[in-house]
Nanobody, 127 residues
Framework: EGKLLESGGASVQAGGSLTLSCRVSEDRAGRYCLAWFRQRAGFKREAVASHERFEDRDGTVSYRESVKGRFTITRDDADNTVYLQMTMLKPEDTAMYYC?????????????????WGQGTQVTVPS
């Protein structure tokens, strides 16, 4: 039902910062768990961060270990948008970043657990 569209991808120098945005349309963002995944060439898609909904849930946030202290996921349900603020970027952060949403599951789960997906936005951090 819901549709997702990411934006904000760019090439950023190591140590730099970048914020990605994901807009939810055709439904209210507040009804969903929202998450960010990334996929490096030759690797499986991996969950980066997730943010549980506040409606009937507690808004729990999770991060994979490799981005803790550097990335922050936030959501603005009034604007139907979820953000991924990235700082201290490293070459290994280079990947296609995807926004995902689900009505039921939430957390750093395999991609199969999320139903709704954006098309991705590229983040490149040159070595």
């Amino acid at each position: 039902e819901g549709k997702l569209l990411e934006s904000g991808g760019a090439s950023v120098q190591a140590g730099g910062s970048l914020t990605l945005s994901c807009r939810v349309s055709e439904d209210r963002a507040g009804r969903y768990c929202l998450a960010w995944f990334r996929q490096r060439a030759g690797f499986k898609r991996e969950a980066v961060a997730s943010h549980e909904r506040f409606e009937d849930r507690d808004g729990t946030v999770s991060y994979r270990e490799s981005v803790k202290g550097r990335f922050t996921i936030t959501r603005d349900d009034a604007d139907n948008t979820v953000y991924l603020q990235m700082t201290m970027l490293k070459p290994e952060d280079t990947a296609m970043y995807y926004c995902a949403a689900d009505r039921y599951d939430c957390g750093l789960l395999p991609e199969e657990r999320y139903v709704y997906w954006g098309q991705g936005t590229q983040v490149t951090v040159p070595s």
